[in-house]
């Protein structure tokens, strides 16, 4: 066995016995030399007396994409799928408050309107005068009220399985929430491995200690992922987006995962509806997370829709 192996396997293993004893010191290490890899800068912003924190990537001097994340995702989530505009955007994607590296106040209003304005002021202390915005579930009831009481900011928006209006038909983890549960945290590893297959049409195959270290995060936030879950289911009834989306102005795709179990594919026709002219882009075997199921025909949808508002 030549010398070189042996320093690769010996590495291999010390690598595989930190992923296992240390789940997030791994994770953690594994993004920083992901973020590197793909272009994608760690910043942060003070906005409104608090930290943002933020990645940042691509051509510096080009149109904006503005990445807004779903709920119990981070900043992270659209690592893999922002390099795919990086060419010809500036991409940058924040940790809305309640997630990731931002603040956790537990006494907070998170609900969508008041996390849009606080979105709204992030976008103003980067001096971003308009952007394509794109949001994903949470994210994606966020974007909406982003362009309906901030049209200046937001050149095209959108929306990927956004939550924020009910379809016909009612999605598993709606049903479950309506009998006072919320499916979308896990206290232990086959609760996490359910969560997953909520998620993505084809199971998520993830490995132990990324399983663990996604685990210790729930258990963590517990509390506060509860309290932003029902904020949330409350707000589809409360804060009047369906009548107010009649106002957004920019140019809006729809993407929605026919097989998606968290938010009904039937509340794409809904947000169509809502709001004018908007597109609407039905993707066959994929779930509730497109940028990871079928980034290729995403981006190719989204890059129809920028492309002329360049």
Known sequence: MTTALVVVIGAFLGLWAIARLKPVAAVHCILRVARRALGMRRRTVRVAGETWVYLEGGQASAPVILFVHGYGA????????????????????????????????????????A??????????ALRIKDAHVVGSSMGGFISAWLAVDRADLVRTLTLMNAA??????????????????????????????????????????????????????????QALLDRIFWQLVDAHDSEGLEPALARVRAPTLIVWGKEDQVLDASCAAAYAQAIPGAEVVMLEQVGHVPMYEAPAATAAAQRALFSPRD
């Open 74 to 113: 981070d900043k992270d989530m659209w690592l893999s799928y922002s390099r795919l505009f990086s060419r010809r955007y500036q991409v940058i994607s924040p940790d809305l408050p309640g997630f990731g590296e931002a603040t956790r106040d537990p006494d907070r209003d998170y609900s969508p309107r």
């Open 115 to 124: 996390q849009a304005r606080r979105l709204a002021a992030f976008c103003d």
């Open 164 to 221: 924020g209006l009910y379809g016909a038909n009612p999605s598993v983890v709606q049903t479950v929430a309506e009998s006072g549960d919320n499916p979308l945290v896990a206290s232990d590893d086959a609760a996490l491995r359910k969560l997953l297959g909520l998620l993505s049409y084809k199971p998520m195959r993830l490995p132990r200690f990324v399983r663990d270290f996604l685990l210790k995060g729930y258990q963590a936030h």
